[in-house]
């Protein structure tokens, strides 16, 4: 499996009232070509943002840096016009409201067809055609009688297959999903939970999934990428990061996880607040939270393999510590 | 009947009787009105009874649709029921109106999703809190000043959040402060409409912490209304599970995560997606999407997504049939095993 998507550095700032705001502070990963890669944390984290601005969809008030190279091709900078090719065609966007990405008027099947007709040469018949195999694809019963329907006729998880169908529907090379099942009921979201697992393995498409459900991450994602305030501070594969969660962040928000093994009362929380990303605190964000907060903690850590499938961003990791061998000596107290 | 008895884990029953009954209530809506009314009515609520015991937090979970949140609004008297009767405290409370209505509002005191629905934006958060105190006439102005400070000290505020207003406070905080506002007038009955779901993880934490102190400290019952269900078998004594506008199931607990009997139960809980990679999906366990409230199915409203639907289920609702110590589901085919088994 090769690189389909590489992030490097990147930062997203916004001009604001009181200064400028730094939603994602120098943040690296990449994705390979046919995995679910998880992208999670809490709100204002840096994950939404993160995505818009990789699909060039961000206010003009943002300020975008660093490196984006999907297919070997740098997006950041590149024309307008050339963007909009991508989107819808070899990049497709799922939002968590079916009704932002669909137009309320006009027949869900007429908009599938409209995303195929807008990037393919196609005649109008063979695109009805294609958008009714994919509806039916998508788990639509009856997508004949479905095709003229407008979509308030729909109920949410309806409306979300015809999002996905309409996602699908050039065979992007990448799906970046944000929140997609959040909006819907718990057995509604494992149908398409399944619908996404299922269309990865038939068509090998890769899906970066933007959540704070960790159990959607879970169920579904290869790796995961943990952000905390606009950093990225951990990023391994499912299976690792669930059984022994390294950066003191993911632990905690593991931890706060409700289960029934824990006495009501005692579930664990994160002391204070996540902090003002107009003036965040220097180096490691998580640091005025963190219960090992030591002194090298003001120098940025740099994300760092731990094993070939485990990467951290703590000064507490021998890696990172390799890797970054800031200017002051590294205090004690690593436990 | 083969009574399996469990180490239930029920409540510090306290003595006496529940605070609240709930018998056969019905809530329906008129779809349109005026002229052209069709005279079709939403089955939002159909049928419901339930009990809470002093110091008991029942969930009442279910999807959208189910009803679960009408319910909660009847409870707390904001909408008036169909039929059927709310009974707190010995009392029937259905009817009331006026200076009673108050009376029993003092007691029963609601805790919403997005406590900005009960706060006033513009208003300094102790003059929020203060409100409610002043609603029942409780207190001198001075005993209120002071009181106000206590809550907000009860709900792990620091009393300079008296003079701070709505917006300048995170989500977990402005839940805080709808939490304090429920608790100012000392109710024994807290009604609970998805208190957490807006909020992220680990505030999520420090809200349910909270609430199972006060539980605990105060003595408080809760209605706690929630369709997420990992929270709901962290927090709750007992649980009703609601599909369509009925109770399918309700028990301890333990025993309704541990072993379910309704097929709806069972369903509900196989969609979790356990943060455990090792607890993996089985595959989406229901077909379809929950039918129109204006037409629920006949029988059995769950039959016609059930997996174990059997001919009976389209002709004969099932009623409440006893599994355990408490727990209740209602359900031909759970019915027909458990007579198989006492042979």
């Excluded at chain 2, 008991?56 to 319910?71: D, I, N, P, R, W």
């Excluded at chain 2, 009847?74 to 200076?99: E, K, N, Q, S, Y």
């Excluded at chain 2, 089985?282 to 059997?310: K, M």
């Excluded at chain 2, 609702?317 to 027909?336: I, S, Y």
Aim: hydrophobic residues 40%; contains cysteine.
């Amino acid at each position: 499996m090769s690189d389909l998507l590489r992030l490097e550095h990147v930062d997203v700032g916004f001009a604001a009232e009181d200064g400028r705001v730094s939603a994602v502070s120098d943040v690296s990963l990449s994705v390979s070509e046919g995995e679910i890669f998880g992208l999670v944390g809490e709100s204002g984290c840096g994950k939404t943002t993160l995505a818009m601005a990789l699909m060039g969809l961000l206010p003009a008030t943002a300020h975008v840096a660093g490196s984006v190279r999907f297919q070997g091709v740098e997006l950041l900078g590149l024309p307008p016009e050339e963007l909009r090719r991508l989107r819808g065609d070899r990049i497709s966007m799922i939002f968590q409201d079916p009704m932002t990405s669909l137009d309320p008027t006009f027949p869900v099947g007429e908009q599938v067809a409209e995303t195929i007709t807008a990037h393919r040469d196609v005649d109008k018949a063979r695109a009805r055609e294609r958008a009714l195999e994919l509806l039916g694809d998508v788990g639509i019963p009856e997508p004949d009688r479905r095709f003229g329907d407008a979509p308030h006729r729909l109920s949410g998880g309806m409306r979300q297959r015809v999002v996905i169908a309409t996602a699908l529907a050039n065979e992007p090379a990448l799906v970046l999903a944000d929140e997609p099942t959040t909006a819907l009921d718990v057995t509604i979201q494992a149908q398409v939970l399944d619908l996404l697992r299922e269309l990865r393995t038939r068509l090998q498409t890769t899906i970066v999934l933007i959540t704070h459900d960790l159990g959607v991450v879970a169920q579904i994602c290869d790796r995961v990428g943990v952000m905390y305030a606009g950093q990225l501070v951990e990023v391994a594969r499912v299976s690792e990061i669930f059984r022994s969660p390294r950066h003191p962040y993911t632990q905690a928000l593991l931890a706060a996880l409700p289960t029934q093994h824990q006495a009501p009362g005692s579930l664990r929380v994160i002391p204070g607040r996540v902090p003002n990303l107009a003036d965040p605190p220097p180096g490691c964000r998580f640091s005025t939270r963190c219960p090992y907060v030591m002194d090298v903690c003001a120098n940025v850590p740099p994300l760092a393999h731990e094993t070939d499938e485990h990467l951290i961003a703590c000064w507490l990791s021998e890696a990172t510590k390799q890797a970054g061998q800031p200017d002051h000596a590294a205090a004690g107290g690593a436990a | 009947m083969s009574q399996v008895l469990f180490s239930n884990e029920v409540a510090p029953v306290q003595p006496g009787g529940p605070i609240l009954q709930v018998e056969k209530l019905v809530k329906h809506f008129p779809t349109d009105r005026g002229l052209m009314a069709s005279g079709a009515v939403v089955h939002a609520v159909d049928g419901v009874d339930l009990e809470i015991r002093p110091g008991e937090v029942l969930a009442v979970v279910g999807e959208s649709g189910s009803g679960k949140s009408t319910l909660a609004r009847c409870v707390l008297r904001l909408i008036d029921p169909t039929a059927g009767r709310i009974v707190f405290d010995g009392r029937d409370v259905t009817a009331l109106r006026g200076r009673q209505l108050a009376g029993f509002r003092q007691q029963v005191q609601p805790v919403f999703q997005d406590p900005f629905s009960s706060i006033d934006p513009r208003w300094r958060v102790g003059r929020s809190i203060a409100e409610t105190l002043n609603a029942f006439a409780i207190g001198t102005k001075a005993e209120r000043q002071e009181r106000v400070v206590d809550l907000l000290d009860r709900v792990g505020l620091d009393p300079s959040f008296a003079r701070r207003h709505p917006h300048e406070l995170s989500g977990g905080q402005r839940q805080r402060v709808g939490i304090a506002a429920a608790l100012a007038p000392e109710p024994r009955l807290i009604v609970a409409d998805e208190p957490v779901s807006a909020l992220d993880v680990s505030v999520q934490a420090q809200v349910l912490n909270l609430m199972a102190d006060l539980q605990r400290d105060l003595g408080l019952a809760i209605l706690f209304v929630a369709h997420d269900l990992a929270v709901v078998e962290h927090i709750s004594h007992r649980t009703s599970v609601t599909y369509l506008g009925k109770i399918v199931e309700t028990g301890p607990t333990e025993r309704v995560f541990r072993d379910p009997r309704h097929p709806y139960t069972k369903a509900l809980l196989e969609a979790i997606p356990h943060p455990d990679p090792e607890r993996p999906l089985v595959g989406s366990v229901l077909e379809g999407e929950i039918p129109s409230p204006i037409a629920p199915p006949s029988g059995c409203r769950f039959r016609t997504r059930c997996p174990v639907a059997i001919e009976l289920c389209a002709v004969e609702e099932p009623e409440m049939t006893l599994f355990g110590t408490g727990h209740t589901a209602a359900c031909h085919v759970a019915r027909a095993e458990l007579d198989a088994s006492a042979g």
